[in-house]
């Protein structure tokens, strides 16, 4: 469970497996968290969290000064982040999504608005009707590959909000391959065995840049 890509005396990266959580979660299957301390010999510390089902990089911060230090570059959006993601369709060969978000019912996330109210122009989407108690959200995107029914998008959040990326593609009518909360489970092309997004490379202001490799899973 504990696939190191870079530690040193302040900061551990691993490359997070696929539906595994960071922390228990009501399933009580096990969870990343659980041994790291013991597989660390030292107290780890959190400093973001990926969802249950997306897959790569993560930091854990191993000292409590590294913590507050990543806490406050995300806080001030100086981290980048770049995801991969297998989504049904073509949404182009680039374009930037900015649509609010808030929360929904049973844990679910929804674009502040309602759908046919998204407007896109010169592969710009946005949304026309009242925003006013939706969180401002954006995520860029580019192609780097196509198939038949499918593309492999490179996205870059420029917001942290809860399920953004998978809420943001499937809202604007291209859902991430795999998403059995917010895609259309019951179409051929969205079946997988795993959500496919991965988060591919992060950066950060003063500890570089850190890479997970895709896992064995990562086919479509």
């Not at 913590?67 to 049904?88: G, I, P």
């Amino acid at each position: 469970m504990f696939e190191v890509i870079h530690r040193d005396d302040n900061l551990l990266v691993l490359n997070k497996p696929a539906d595994v959580s960071v922390l228990a979660d009501r399933s009580g299957a096990p969870c990343l968290w659980d041994g790291l301390e013991a597989f660390l010999m030292q107290k780890p510390y959190l400093v973001h969290r990926l969802d249950k089902p997306t897959s790569g990089v993560l930091l854990v911060a191993l000292n409590p000064g590294t913590q507050s230090r990543l806490t406050r570059a995300f806080q001030a959006r100086q981290v980048r982040k770049f995801y991969l993601a297998w989504v049904t369709g073509d949404p182009g060969a680039a374009g930037l999504i900015d649509l609010p978000l808030k929360k929904g019912r049973k844990s679910r996330y929804r674009v502040a608005g309602p759908r046919e109210s998204i407007i896109e122009r010169n592969r710009r989407w946005t949304l026309g009707a009242d925003t006013a108690d939706g969180h401002p959200s954006l995520t860029r995107f580019r192609t780097l590959r196509r198939e038949a029914e499918r593309t492999l998008l490179l996205l870059a959040p420029l917001t942290g909000r809860t399920h953004q990326l998978r809420v943001h593609l499937s809202w604007i009518g291209y859902p991430i391959v795999g998403d059995r909360l917010y895609g259309k489970p019951g179409n051929p092309v969205q079946q997988a065995a795993r959500l496919m997004l991965h988060a591919h490379r992060i950066v950060l202001p003063e500890d570089g840049s850190h890479a997970a490799p895709t896992g064995a899973d990562w086919v479509l």
